[in-house]
């Protein structure tokens, strides 16, 4: 089983709709969390960091339920730029004594008009 | 800011050659990493560098990779001796503080036949 898992979509939704992508992870130590997102033949880019009292941007909630170890992303009102992939991040603490940083391998989402 | 430099954009090389990645970080980010990122694996951590020590390398592949940072602002990727299969984008990533928030460069596109 992988550390990180996210459904690789796609996800295709009408302009307007509310979309909503989970991670789940398998390390009950992970610490932290955030989703990136990354357009096509680009760099990721930090979305968004993932609190336990769950976080607000915009259009954009993030939560973290760590009795079920995932997280989610929910996507308000979908306009045509938020195409993209988005990834999860998890960071735990590692036995060496740092911190390892996984990536999942993204969720695809195409809003179209 | 000038962003993460990352040079070349784009390396197509012969089986067997040896092949430098290079990157320049955000100025005063403690922390640099490398990934690699493929249709089927995704984005991978390679290593990363704190103050220009190693810190997490498990996600090396084997022998042919290695990765240096000689100083704060400069970092090198070497594939010796590349092959089919290291077909990738190469990303590096700076952060200043923490893990979480990295700041990606473009990428190199390296191409291995």
């Known amino acids: 089983r992988k550390e990180v898992e996210q459904d690789p979509g796609p996800f295709n939704v009408p302009e307007g709709a509310t979309v909503a992508f989970n991670c789940t992870y398998s390390n009950s130590a992970s610490q932290s969390f955030f989703w990136y997102r990354q357009d096509c033949r680009k760099e990721p880019k930090l979305l968004m960091s993932?609190?336990?009292s769950g976080n607000e941007d915009g259009r954009f909630t993030a939560q973290l339920n760590r009795a079920s170890q995932y997280i989610s992303l929910l996507i308000r009102d979908s306009k045509l730029s938020d195409s993209a992939t988005y990834l999860c991040v998890v960071i735990h603490g590692f036995s060496g004594g740092y911190n390892k940083l996984i990536f999942g391998a993204g969720t695809r989402l195409a809003v179209h008009p | 800011d000038a962003g993460v430099i990352q040079s070349p954009r784009h390396e197509v090389t012969e089986m067997g050659q040896e092949v430098t990645l290079r990157c320049k970080p955000i100025?005063?980010?403690?922390?640099l990493f490398w990934y690699r990122q493929t249709m089927m694996r995704g984005l991978e951590l390679l290593i990363y560098?704190?103050?220009?020590?190693?810190?997490?390398d498990s996600g090396m592949p084997e022998d042919r990779f290695s990765a240096k940072m000689p100083n704060a602002s400069f970092s090198t990727l070497k594939i010796q001796p590349s092959e089919p299969r290291d077909s990738a984008v190469y990303f590096c990533?700076?952060?200043?503080?923490?893990?979480?928030?990295?700041?990606f460069g473009p990428g190199t596109r390296l191409t291995v036949t």
């Open positions: 990533a700076s952060s200043p503080l923490r893990l979480d928030e990295q700041y």
């Open positions: 100025s005063g980010h403690d922390y």
């Open positions: 993932v609190y336990s």
């Open positions: 560098f704190n103050n220009n020590v190693p810190i997490d």
